[in-house]
Nanobody, 126 residues
Framework: QVQLVESGGGLVQPGGSLRLSCAAS????????MGWFRQAPGKDREFVAAIRWSGGLTYIADSVKGRFTISRDNAKNTVYLQMNSLKPEDTAVYYC???????????????????WGQGTQVTVSS
């Protein structure tokens, strides 16, 4: 049974940084993309970043490019989202997802993902 567990959320002031972690277990993830999405109150779930577990190819949403980076630690089966220069509009619940690599699968869309974590709250406020 695949499990994804996010951690690292919290309250941070504008301009601050947080690092989110997503610990993956119960499967072999070399054939997966791991992604981060976020959902603010009253808004749709939004793609943030994704990384191909094997090879490390990354995709970053334009809204966070230059501020957020995604990485993974193969030994720990963990994916990270480093968030710098945080803004109030980054406030959301952040979700980690795992998507099996399929030809033509849109990894920037939630429907491509097979598994989700429970989410972690990030609040950016002074």
């Amino acid at each position: 049974q695949v499990q994804l567990v996010e951690s690292g959320g919290g309250l941070v002031q504008p301009g601050g940084s947080l690092r989110l972690s997503c610990a993956a277990s119960g499967g072999t993830f070399s054939n997966y993309y791991m992604g981060w999405f976020r959902q603010a109150p009253g808004k749709d779930r939004e793609f943030v970043a994704a990384i191909r577990w094997s090879g490390g190819l990354t995709y970053i949403a334009d809204s966070v490019k230059g501020r957020f980076t995604i990485s993974r630690d193969n030994a720990k089966n963990t994916v990270y989202l480093q968030m710098n220069s945080l803004k109030p509009e980054d406030t959301a619940v952040y979700y980690c997802g795992a998507a099996l690599i399929r030809a033509g699968s849109p990894i920037t869309q939630g429907r491509a993902y097979d598994y989700w974590g429970q989410g972690t709250q990030v609040t950016v406020s002074s």
